[in-house]
């Protein structure tokens, strides 16, 4: 896991649209590049807009800061607003090896069907804080493969639950997740510092958890029974 140590910056900045083109209709939202889903990253932040907190306490974003983020929930997900860190953990890659992050583990806490690590250079996968008693996430329905949906900026990407960080920390994703999302993935200097929001539905699950189409296609039809659009 990586912890940065940036300056909370304010939330909620939202993507231009180049002059020559028409603007986006609020419906649309993109994961990546070419890739519409069906439900918008403002169906899904107008579901979370109100928290009821689920955690004992909050979390911190990064080790060096004061601990402001509460988990929240539904009936159907549980949901926090927080940074985005690069999680490069797992298999060794052109860019998930320790020379590019020193702070890289060759493990995640859970593993793909063959027994092997999972590839954060290319699964999209969320990183939940360790069960303790401020918040245990099994207790709440999440398990490794849940469905999360990751919203920044007006995209959308869905993706597992594929590893578990500090106890009393929260806010990060696969090397995947952010060059989805349009964020810089290096683990070094990528990530942001703000306005990102994590929704995972409870009791969900992908097997293989290493199958992206499968999470994609489960993500949008979650998203649309949590938005009730379907």
């Known amino acids: 896991m990586r912890v940065q140590s940036l300056t909370l910056a304010a939330a909620?900045?939202?993507l231009l649209a180049p002059a020559t083109l028409p603007a986006p209709a609020?419906?649309?939202s993109y994961a990546a590049p070419g890739?519409?889903?069906?439900?918008?990253?403002?169906d899904l932040l107008a579901r979370v807009r109100e928290c009821t907190q689920v955690s004992r306490g909050r979390f911190r974003s990064d080790a060096n800061t004061a601990a402001t983020v509460p988990?929240?929930?539904?009936?159907?997900?549980?949901f926090w607003k927080a940074d985005l860190d690069i999680d490069c953990d797992g298999q060794r890659t052109a860019h998930c090896n320790r020379a590019a992050d020193p702070a890289f583990t060759a493990a995640t806490a859970y593993q793909q069907s063959n027994g092997?690590?999972?590839?954060?250079?290319?699964?999209?996968?969320?990183v939940v804080p360790g069960p303790s008693r401020r918040w245990n996430h099994r207790k709440s329905g999440v398990r490794g493969?849940?469905?999360?949906a990751v919203i920044y900026k007006g995209r959308v990407q869905y993706?597992?639950?594929?590893?578990t960080g500090p106890r009393d920390i929260i806010g990060e994703a696969s090397y995947a997740t952010a060059k989805a999302l349009g964020v810089n993935p290096d683990p070094r200097v990528g990530g942001v510092p703000s306005g990102v929001t994590y929704i995972v539905f409870k009791g969900s699950a992908i097997r293989p958890?290493?199958?992206r189409e499968a999470a994609e296609a489960e993500g949008e039809r979650l998203a649309e029974q949590f938005t009730g659009g379907g």
């Open 12 to 14: 909620g900045a939202t």
């Open 26 to 28: 609020p419906a649309a």
């Open 35 to 42: 890739v519409r889903h069906r439900i918008s990253a403002t």
């Open 209 to 211: 958890i290493e199958d």
């Open 145 to 148: 493969g849940a469905i999360a």
């Open 116 to 126: 092997r690590q999972l590839n954060a250079e290319k699964l999209p996968y969320v």
């Open 159 to 163: 993706a597992v639950v594929g590893d």
């Open 71 to 78: 988990v929240c929930g539904t009936r159907q997900a549980v």
